[in-house]
């Protein structure tokens, strides 16, 4: 695999299958498609509301006002068709900026291809080239799919959290 860039500077990373790269202000429709086919399990705050907030708009100024760094989440493309196809990377998370958290989402089209195993096993190479111990990652318990992903690149469950929504999984792993 490919490296990435150093802290606070753009991150590229690649994979025999897939480039994790910058969302792109063209690719908004993409990210509010993953919205609109998120489980009705997940947080409102986390869907489309009534509304039909966020709009593909919303996202393209979100695109925009995005800033290079070394955490954020990255656009996951498939070399073979060009096309994004989610997201995957670190995300500031409430253990610090040493411990960030994996995040990493999907239309679903593209599940069970092992595209986010592929896109995680970039972003935890990347993580502990650039000198991070530890990252986190948060999944409800009724999530198997991603359960099974964390869980294939080494996460282990360290907490439970009780929520509304359900019962949040706290994983972990050491790099």
Not at 7 to 26: A, H, K
Not at 104 to 112: H, I, K, N
Request: one cysteine or more.
């Amino acid at each position: 695999m490919a490296g990435g860039a150093a802290r606070g500077r753009e991150v590229v990373l690649e994979t025999d299958r897939l480039l994790l790269r910058p969302w792109r202000v063209g690719e908004a429709a993409i990210q509010r498609e993953m919205w609109s086919e998120r489980d009705p399990r997940v947080p409102p705050h986390r869907r489309i509301d009534a509304d039909g907030h966020p709009t593909v708009a919303d996202f393209e100024e979100a695109i925009r006002a995005n800033k290079p760094s070394s955490v954020g989440l990255l656009a996951v493309e498939r070399k073979a068709g060009g096309d994004a196809i989610g997201y995957c990377g670190l995300v500031d998370g409430r253990h610090g900026e040493q411990e960030p958290e994996l995040a990493f989402e999907f239309l679903r089209r593209f599940w069970g291809q092992g595209y986010a195993t592929e896109a995680s096993w970039a972003v935890l190479d990347w993580a502990r080239s650039s000198g991070y111990k530890r990252l986190w990652a948060s999944v409800w318990d009724w999530n198997t799919a991603s359960r099974r992903v964390l869980a294939k690149v080494g996460f282990t469950e360290t907490d439970r959290e009780e929520a509304i929504y359900g019962n949040n999984l706290v994983t972990t792993v050491r790099l």
